[in-house]
């Protein structure tokens, strides 16, 4: 069944947008924002909540990473440690949802949801490069976790400001809505 709701589908391909034009440069190397995927996966989960979403989603992350890499990104992530991303980005999007089902989307749930969903996803694509991919392995889990650990402050911040954007900014409009609908 294709839904018809105007507002579900734009917000998908606002949310959908931002995550391609982040993600196609977020190694750093073509100076854009940093990637909004994780964000975009929390946020999707939370106002999209439809679950066959996902996977255009994935598939959607997956092309702007082959855009990237044919820019020039070091592709050592396209290995089979990409495999990982899935349940990654699925413990993101399954905290959305979790926020979406309380009554309220106060501000510590949210950020509760936010941080242990970013640990889950962090530790779960790092594990998968740790198994997967050939370099890393090379190495002791122990000596890996503590190389890739100082990375884990950058994703939250990144993912956090993310998502604090995109609730200001539908919190925003909400008001808007409100103000018109009374006038």
Known sequence: MIRSDKNFWALALALGLVMFVTRVGHFGEYGGPPDASWAVFFLA??????????PAFFALGWGADLAAFSLGTPNLAFSPAYLFLLPAYGALWAAGQWVASRAEHRLPRVAAAVLGSAAVAFTVANL?????????????????????????????????????SGLLIAALLSVRRSALAQR
Do not use: K, N
């Open 45 to 54: 989960g939370l106002w999209l909540r439809d679950a066959r979403m996902f």
């Open 128 to 164: 998968g490069m740790y198994l997967m991919a050939p370099p890393a392995a090379s190495t002791g889990l122990g000596s890996f976790a503590a190389q890739v650990a100082g990375w884990f402050p950058g994703y939250l911040l990144t993912m956090s400001v993310y998502v604090a």
